[in-house]
């Protein structure tokens, strides 16, 4: 990935000019994400609105101003036709695409 794009993910330039620690920290549910930020082990981006952050009260929300919307993209396989994968697909479309 281009330090760019790797920049923005971990949330550099940090205030105190220093770099963000390298990964990799794997997870695999949102649940251990949160643990690893409670652990002090990593940082999460999420949607203002998202309730899922309020699961834990040993966390807490900062809002992040100055962020430059970001593009979303949802990739299927042509032939999927597991119903779940439509549905995923029109959720997004209704929650993520602004009116011009």
Avoid at 44 to 53: E, W
């Amino acid at each position: 990935m281009t330090a760019p794009w790797t920049g923005f993910w971990r949330l550099e330039p940090r205030a105190d000019g220093s770099p963000a620690p390298l990964g990799p920290l794997l997870v695999d549910t949102f649940e251990d994400k949160l643990e690893a930020v409670a652990d002090g082990r990593a940082i999460a981006l999420v949607p203002a609105d998202d309730p899922r952050g309020a699961l834990r009260n040993d966390l807490v929300a900062v809002p992040v101003e100055g962020i430059e919307p970001c593009q979303v993209v949802v990739a299927t396989r042509s032939a999927d036709a597991n119903p779940l994968v439509a549905h995923f697909r029109e959720s997004a479309k209704n929650l993520l695409v602004r009116e011009a």
